[in-house]
């Protein structure tokens, strides 16, 4: 053999090599960036545990089926938080969470990614951005909610999902909790003895785009965060573009307990963040009802 062909031949061999590793790498971030929890496993029968709400089935703009609850607020003008789970489980796994926030009065709409739960499909960068915007347009457009009535919730992962949706669509208010400033920075963290962060194609890059958020601002974030450093949550506010933003730490709080740590002083932030950007359009009868609690 020519030591021409032997040449193509090992730059053959080069380029299936990278190809392959490239294939390797994909696939093993998508299962290092995803925990899924998949129907029938979870809690799907929230009443037990006092919440009432109702399923909802709505489609993306990729015909990909979704499934989310509504839980309703105390009154029909009250508020609507929009919330973007994390990486792992289902929707199922923020019931508690759930029960807390809706002692503040206000609806709640959480649903799953694709992949996840009762939703079909699977879960990519790309996927979950469509997903986010076909939350946002559920309640908009089915339900015909004003964008000045929602807030935005994301928490760790779906803060990445809420901050796209915010620069894609109209709302209140966002608020970020626990939430990274990119996955290369969190593989940079997690496993810093690993150059790979430059090689990942899932980006998620959040502090890129944060400096173009003009809405109100919240950014949650536990002092002790095991997994999001709190620098994170710190960096991601002193960036962001919005004129009126504000940060509250929950001292103590790791990454999954800043509500149970956080206890009613998180409550009343979040519920305080909610009234002020809605322009209070929670009814009177509902405050003097809480006061009362």
């Known amino acids: 053999m020519s030591p021409r062909w032997r040449w193509h031949i090992g730059v053959a061999m080069m380029v299936l090599s990278v190809a392959l590793l490239l294939s390797i790498l994909e696939t093993m971030e998508q299962r290092l960036i995803f925990f899924p929890t998949k129907y029938p496993e979870g809690i799907w029968h929230p009443e037990r545990f006092g919440l009432r709400v109702e399923d909802v089935d709505f489609t993306t703009a990729d ?11 105390e009154s029909a003008r009250a508020p609507v938080i929009l919330f973007f789970h994390g990486n792992a489980g289902n929707l199922t796994d923020r019931i508690g969470l759930l029960r807390r926030l809706r002692r503040c009065g206000h609806h709640l709409f959480i649903f799953d990614y694709r992949g996840y739960g009762r939703s079909a499909g699977s879960p990519s960068e790309a996927g979950l951005y469509r997903d986010g915007i076909a939350a946002w347009r559920h309640l908009t457009r089915t339900r015909a909610i004003p964008p000045e009535r929602i807030v935005l919730f994301g928490r760790s992962l779906g803060g990445a999902v809420a901050v796209e949706v915010a620069l894609r669509g109209e709302a209140a208010g966002l608020i970020l909790e626990s939430t990274f400033t990119s996955i290369p920075d969190m593989a940079r963290a997690l496993y810093p003895f690993l150059p ?13 785009k944060i400096g173009a958020i003009s809405m109100p601002l919240l950014v949650i974030h536990g002092t002790k965060d095991e997994l999001v450093p709190f620098e994170f949550g710190r960096r991601l506010y002193e960036k962001a573009g919005s004129a009126r933003k504000s940060f509250h730490a929950v001292v103590g709080a790791g990454h999954n307990d800043t509500d149970l740590v956080g206890g009613e002083a998180y409550l009343r932030t979040i519920d305080r963040f909610v009234r002020s950007v809605t322009e209070g359009v929670g009814d009177e009868e509902g405050r003097e009802k809480r006061a009362g609690e």
């Open 63 to 73: 015909d990909i089926r979704l499934h989310g609850w509504w839980i309703e607020g």
């Open 196 to 208: 790979v962060g430059h090689l990942l194609r899932t980006r998620f890059e959040t502090i890129a």
